[in-house]
């Protein structure tokens, strides 16, 4: 079994330079300490760090807050250094992995073609290509920007060679983490979100994402393929300033701002790679001609602009190249003060869209491309049109997503002002029953006549809802129509919550399907194990309405559906959501076909594995058969964005295997990779397996008292404190289990080191299947060496269970209520069981065996993570008490910041 490709692998001597390394980063803030807090600390810090190796932390309980305080930033400092220095081993260990054996796209292209596959064949697949890592705001990322930026710093550092200068600058750097406080003082802002997600947006543009292109481009080559300039496999996506579900800080005005603050960073960066190329393109007319269509654009260009200096028109008049690169970046300084100005595109001026500027750079290719050779004309002129083809004028496509029930309340209140008119309804709309809604829904598509004319006669939260499809209009028109392309439909339970939202569209004038106008792609989102068990039934429904059927026919025949991991997996455990979803990409894949529809699946994933987290190589080849199909959009959110594009290296490294894994998974997985038979009984297996966890998983979540165990055993209630997202942490609702949400139900188990959405269950369905069978344990090891699938699913089961620790957990358990603390003992039980079940089917001796560095990494990390668990039990308790020192809920916050740190997921 080959190791994974983004595996936190550090084997012989490079795991002894990173120890090195490690001990030099806290060295140095243990020389920080002294400095600033005295030699006090950091003999304190050595004393409960020895304390905890030797499980006497009996003296903790007796310090004061400003002691707990200094003391718990000092540990997640290091838990912060030591993540910081094992990014930059991980993407030393992959540069040496891929310079021995090739890049992620060279190994795939290499195992495409040791299949037989053809270049015609492979190019067919490659014109349909799309990658997309799609941004959120979810969070949970505890780490501020300010903190990130130190560390990035740091990283920059450890990269260059050792030198007085190098050890001074890391000092500084260190020095300055420990000044910088790591809590938010306010929650953020959706603008605060969007600029951090532009922080990364930027920096994966700037070099990462060209860079990927590039190497593309050329491992292609080698194959026979060409890669045009102005495609893009791979482009990014965002939900900040769109998702509207459940956040009411997410405006239509919000919507505004968030896009013009991406177009103005964007068109920053196009400008900036426009005066590199204008640099570098330093091409004599006198020695080297250009295309006459680019003389005859130029000569537009510059009667149309008299802001291009004089200068410019003197000193590059034999610079052809110069002086077009110069009318570009004058047109994109217009269209950035158009979008801020709020003011129409004025034509031959400003850009209305990346289109026309694309168009510009490829005639400026086609001529360096002709007269100057492939070589300068594949160099940086050709990274310049394909970052454009990639980011557009703003960095990111926008999806806008909103509550199913949200759009029927707008819609209903539309239609309610039409009862009693001649064919129209006779009740209010939500006395209808779901069929009944679902018929008047889909006459109402099939009408060309709208429900009202704008204004709509709307007020409050409807107004609200349908004024999210006059910011999509205005996106389109101000900034193109790929500005947003998707809007998705949270909780859709059948195909009337996809028809709401379309009726919406059509008064916005997004929808006209008498005039073949359809701007937007309508997103279904299954969440819940119930819905994705009736995916089959839903999406028929959809493909089976006339009038939906023809919007995704002017759509590209191309239907979106996304799979929500979160949900799924707190409504009925990590098997069954897994499987469920497994299924549910099965069932929409042939309904599709049976439509002549192209399916683009969009996974909702979150960073931790219970909320469908893990290795995306892994996740992506993983996938069923014929379901990826060239188009991948994934969902890239809280601490795994800093963990995987923070620093340049392991940028490109990410951006590089979700591309090759999508390629090859498109390629080589376009039928099922087992036998008939093995098919037939390992989803059987699997199915039974699945049904068996997750009843356990509901009899604990169901248990008598489980909503208090969970709020006092765990510190959840704080998760709001922190400051780290705008969105409420709870639906609107009782303030039960059922109301919070996915996030921090993962934190809170999280914390408390029970961890019990990424594994509780397996035990038992998998005991289940083989007292059932005795033949069952041996077809399980067949599934778990053959079955990309299996493997990975008990690969991330395996890792939460490792860091599961139900001896921190006991302190926890300790706050709840008396009666209530044996459901420990059914958790224990459960992951005794869950262990040994695994063990037994991956015939490993250890959890993590066959991963012995990240098994080690995780061992280490305990030594700091157990007095800060130590730490927060003791003052919750102080906390839950009722006492009101203010400084114990800055202390509280700091532990769970310190722990997310070590456990490096917090939800």
């Known amino acids: ?142 780490a501020r920007r300010s903190t990130i930026d130190k560390l990035r710093r740091v990283a920059s550092l450890l990269e260059e060679p050792d030198s007085p200068r190098r050890t001074r600058r890391l000092s500084e750097a260190v020095e300055l983490l420990w000044l910088t406080d790591e809590l938010r003082v306010e929650p953020p802002e959706p603008i605060d979100e969007a600029r951090n997600i532009v922080y990364y947006l930027e920096g994966l543009s700037r070099a990462a994402l060209p860079d990927v292109l590039e190497e593309l481009r050329d491992r292609l080559a080698e194959h026979g393929v060409a890669l045009p300039p102005s495609t893009s496999p791979l482009r990014f996506g965002s939900w900040v300033g769109g998702d509207r579900d459940g956040n009411p800080f ?187 809604r679902l018929e008047v829904l889909s006459r109402e598509l099939a009408s060309p006549r709208p429900l009202a004319l704008p204004p709509l006669p709307l007020e409050g939260e409807t107004a609200t809802t349908a004024g999210a499809f006059d910011a999509i209009r205005w996106a389109q028109d101000s900034l193109g129509r790929r500005v947003v392309e998707s809007y998705i439909i949270s909780m859709t339970h059948d195909a009337d919550d996809v028809f709401a939202a379309v009726v919406l569209a059509r008064e916005a004038g997004l929808v006209d399907l008498t005039a073949g106008v359809a701007r937007l792609d309508f997103v279904p989102l299954l969440e819940t194990v119930v819905e994705l068990e009736q995916t089959e039934r839903i999406l028929t429904s959809l493909l089976s309405d006339p009038s939906y059927r023809e919007l995704v026919r002017l759509r590209g025949d191309v239907q979106e559906l996304m799979l929500g991991y979160s949900d799924s997996n707190k409504a009925g455990g990590i098997a069954a959501s897994q499987w469920q979803i497994q299924l549910a990409q099965r069932r929409a894949r042939d309904v599709a076909r049976r439509f002549g529809v192209k399916l683009r699946f969009f996974h909702g994933r979150g960073g931790s594995v219970g909320r469908g987290g893990g290795p995306t190589y892994d996740a992506i080849m993983a996938l069923p058969s014929g379901t990826v199909d060239g188009e991948v959009k994934i969902t890239e959110q809280g601490e795994v964005i800093s963990d995987k594009y923070a620093l340049p290296q392991l940028a490109r490294q990410n951006l590089e295997l979700t591309l090759a894994a999508t390629i090859e998974a498109s390629v080589l997985h376009r039928t099922d990779r087992r036998t008939p038979e093995q098919g037939q009984r390992w989803d059987a297996l699997v199915d039974s397996f699945a049904r068996a966890a997750h009843d356990r998983y509901r009899s604990l979540v169901e248990a008598d008292g489980l909503t208090q165990y969970f709020l006092t055993a765990t510190p959840v209630d704080l998760l709001g404190a922190l400051n780290v997202g705008s969105r409420p942490s709870k639906r609107p609702g009782g303030g039960g289990i059922e109301d919070l949400r996915a ?56 890792m939460t269970l490792v860091k599961t620790d139900l001896d921190i957990a006991a302190a926890y358990v300790e706050l709840a209520p008396e009666p209530l603390r044996g459901l420990l003992d059914v958790v224990r039980e459960e992951f005794d069981l869950t262990v040994k079940q695994v063990l037994a089917v991956t015939g490993d001796a250890a959890l993590l065996d066959r991963e012995p560095a990240l098994r080690t990494t995780l061992e280490v990390r305990e030594n700091y993570l157990e007095p800060l668990h130590h730490l927060q039990t003791e003052l919750l308790g102080r906390y839950r008490r009722g006492e009101t020192d203010p400084s114990l809920q800055r202390a509280l916050l700091l532990t769970i910041n310190g722990i997310a740190a070590g456990m490096r997921n917090t939800g």
Not at 356 to 363: C, I, M, N, P, W
Request: charged share 25%; proline share 4%.
């Open 1 to 142: 079994m080959t190791t994974r490709p983004d595996a936190d692998s550090t084997p012989g001597a490079a795991l002894d330079a990173l120890r090195r390394d490690i001990r030099l980063v806290t060295t140095m803030l243990g020389e920080t300490l002294v400095r600033h807090e005295g030699q006090e600390l950091l003999d304190l810090v050595e004393r409960v760090r020895a304390h905890a190796k030797e499980n006497t932390l009996t003296e903790l309980p007796g310090f004061d807050l400003e002691t707990v305080t200094r003391l718990v930033r000092a540990f997640t400092a290091y838990f912060h250094l030591a993540n910081t220095t094992e990014q930059v081993h991980r993407g030393r260990a992959l540069r040496a992995e891929q310079d021995a054996a090739g890049g992620w796209v060279e190994q795939a292209l290499g195992r495409i073609a040791e299949a037989g596959v053809e270049a015609t064949e492979l190019a067919a697949i490659m014109e349909h290509v799309a990658v997309r890592p799609v941004f959120t705001a979810h969070p949970t990322e505890v």
């Open 250 to 436: 997410v405006t239509p005005k919000v919507t505004r701002e968030v896009l013009a603050l991406q177009a103005s960073h964007g068109i920053h960066l196009l400008r900036a790679k426009v005066d590199l190329l204008r640099r570098d393109l330093s091409v004599s007319e006198a020695v080297s001609p250009v295309s006459p269509e680019l003389a005859a654009r130029t000569k537009e260009l510059i009667e149309a602009l008299p802001e291009v200096e004089p200068r410019y028109r003197r000193l590059n008049v034999q610079e052809p190249y110069r002086l077009f690169l110069t009318c570009i970046d004058v047109r994109l300084a217009l269209t950035e003060q158009r979008i801020a100005a709020g003011t129409a595109h004025v034509p031959g001026r400003c850009y209305a869209d990346d289109t026309e500027l694309l168009s510009d750079l490829l005639l400026l290719h086609e001529s360096v491309k002709a007269h100057q050779g492939d070589l300068v004309a594949s160099g940086e002129t050709e990274r310049l049109v394909r970052t454009v083809a990639a980011t557009g004028l703003v960095l990111a496509t926008l999806d806008v997503r909103e509550h199913s029930a949200k759009h029927h309340a707008a819609v209903g209140a539309l239609l309610d002002r039409l009862i009693g008119r001649d064919g129209e309804p006779t009740r209010p709309y939500g006395e209808l029953s779901q069929p009944e």
């Open 743 to 798: 996030i921090p139900w993962v934190f809170g188990w999280t914390q408390s080191r029970q961890i019990v959405p990424g594994w509780f269950g397996v035990g038992s369905g998998l005991k289940a299947v083989v007292d059932d069978d005795g033949a069952a344990l041996d077809v399980l090891r067949e599934m778990y060496e053959q079955w990309r699938f299996f493997r990975t699913f008990l690969g991330n089961v395996s």
